[in-house]
């Protein structure tokens, strides 16, 4: 028997989540958005989205368009099929029952496998032109106290966040939040919009959980990105929100490496104000040379200019700071990134990046040999494995983003045992969707039982302590 939700009845609310949704599909059938013709990539470019693979385990990335008609309408079918479906789940978004909740999250999950028809680019873009316009399920409840973390300052509800490259240009981080994110990482956006590399740049090793892409920073830019975060901030969802926001900042592909700094100030001076913390992207693959500015004496003059940046701007002068490395360093490069953050005083690292580096596992893989950075469960070791190294260089001292892998509680545990205070993911969400997040934070807190920690912050760092 339908019960009454804040004075109204369960149905009432369902209608009205049915209207709102309805109106949704329309803008989105006006916008054509979901390959029927052409959509403009955001730097105005237009670009052909309706690229389809009929391979095994569906959503090849072999980028060429599509002429057939049948094709077409398969794709427009399987799109309206789609949304269908979300919108059935997303009728019961003003409902505040627990099993609507159970409900949405499954009817968001059950069109996971259809995005995977297309390729990896266009259903990531599909995936957040929907987001953008609401289509994401709601948590209702509060996490569980022992998933809150103290770090930065600042009290994450929980320590599951998106990784930038997800929501690069600003445009979906509000339905990401309201999903159970403990916080959503935007970025990396840029000064002066770019349109990163050619496609196709992203392709699916599915049998792997893995993706190679080779994007370069396409962004629009930041003036774009912070029309969007100024006015989230000047409303009351800012105010009201529980999860945390960051903004991930990368430099131009023609700005001279000798010039860099000026790139990372530019951010913190025009957007970094609209972040809870704020994060220097110097370890991308896909732009040529960023990853030379991990080097000690970049990195510290590059650092040194981005904090006395965020000092001087009474609106950014208590935003922590991170840089986000890359798991292909050498040893002695490891310690000399330690060495730099605690004599810069950086507030944080973020470990790590994709790698350049192919495991074993995935050599036979028709993609193996794509060129660009490598994500998902083939990075979780390698990881892992220098988010250890660093926070026992650093003496635990500074605070740690486990991010590469992330597929599981148990993976999240792992990152938060070798000294992680929060963890990031991606890959696995690209994969599996929405059901993610809620699976992931359950399988988290029964870890912590097992091991009998009573919270994720005593957990941080076990795997250095003596038994």
Same mark, same amino acid.
């Given at each position: ?39 403009? #990539? ?9 690229? &389809? #693979? ?18 077409? #309408? ?19 978004? &003003?409902?505040?029952? @627990? ?5 949405? &999250? ?30 994401? @399920? ?42 159970? &994110? ?8 840029? %000064?002066?919009?770019? %349109? ?22 396409? *962004?629009?830019?930041?003036? *774009? ?15 009201? #929100? ?40 110097? *370890? ?93 469960? @083939? ?28 597929? *599981? ?24 969707? %929405?059901?993610?997040? %809620? ?29």
């Amino acid at each position: 028997e339908a019960g009454r939700v804040e004075g109204k009845t369960t149905r009432g609310m369902v209608r009205r989540g049915a209207r709102e949704m309805s109106a949704v599909l329309a803008r989105c059938a006006r916008a054509r958005a979901f390959g029927v013709g052409r959509a403009m #990539s955001g730097t105005g470019t237009p670009v052909n989205v309706l690229t &389809f #693979s009929t391979s095994a385990g569906g959503g090849g990335a072999s980028g060429a368009p599509v002429r057939d008609g049948s094709k077409r #309408s398969m794709m427009s079918t399987l799109a309206y099929g789609a949304l269908g479906t979300v919108a059935a789940g997303a009728a019961l978004r &003003f409902v505040d029952a @627990p099993w609507a909740e159970d409900v949405e &999250f499954a009817a968001y999950g059950a069109v996971t496998p259809l995005l995977r028809t297309l390729d990896a680019e266009t259903s990531h873009n599909v995936g957040i032109f929907a987001l953008s316009n609401g289509l994401a @399920p709601r948590m209702r409840g509060k996490d569980d106290p022992r998933l809150n973390v103290e770090a930065f300052g600042m009290t994450f509800s929980n320590p599951l966040g998106l990784a930038a490259g997800f929501d690069k240009d600003a445009k979906a981080f509000k339905a990401l939040l309201g999903m159970g &994110f403990g916080f959503v990482e935007i970025g990396s956006v840029t %000064p002066k919009p770019q %349109p990163g590399n050619p496609q196709p740049r992203a392709f699916r090793l599915p049998e792997h959980g893995a993706v190679i892409n080779r994007y370069g920073f396409n *962004s629009e830019g930041h003036e *774009s990105a912070k029309s969007r975060l100024e006015a989230y901030r000047a409303s009351d969802e800012s105010r009201t #929100s529980v999860g945390l926001l960051g903004v991930n900042l990368g430099k131009n592909k023609l700005t001279p490496e000798e010039q860099a700094a000026d790139d990372y100030v530019l951010g913190v001076e025009n957007i970094g104000e609209f972040g809870d913390y704020i994060v220097v992207n110097i *370890s991308s693959p896909n732009t040529p040379g960023l990853r030379n500015l991990q080097g000690r004496k970049h990195l510290s003059s590059l650092l040194r200019k981005v904090l006395k940046a965020r000092d001087a701007n009474e609106r950014t002068a208590k935003k922590p700071v991170l840089v986000k490395i890359a798991p292909d360093l050498t040893d002695s490069a490891l310690k000399d990134i330690a060495s730099v953050v605690k004599s810069e005083r950086v507030d944080g690292v973020i470990v790590s990046n994709t790698t350049i580096a192919r495991p074993d596992a995935i050599k036979a893989h028709k993609h193996c040999d794509e060129a660009g950075g490598l994500s998902g469960k @083939p990075l979780m070791e390698s990881s892992t494995k220098v988010l250890h190294d660093l926070y026992a260089l650093t003496g635990g001292k500074i605070t740690l983003v486990g991010c590469g892998g992330v597929a *599981s509680g148990e993976d999240a545990y792992n990152k938060i045992r070798a000294g992680a205070s929060l963890v990031q993911l991606y890959t696995a969400f690209a994969y599996e969707g %929405p059901p993610l997040v %809620p699976k992931i934070k359950r399988e988290l807190a029964a870890c912590l039982e097992r091991d009998g920690f009573k919270s994720v912050q005593e957990a941080i760092g076990a795997a250095h302590r003596r038994k």
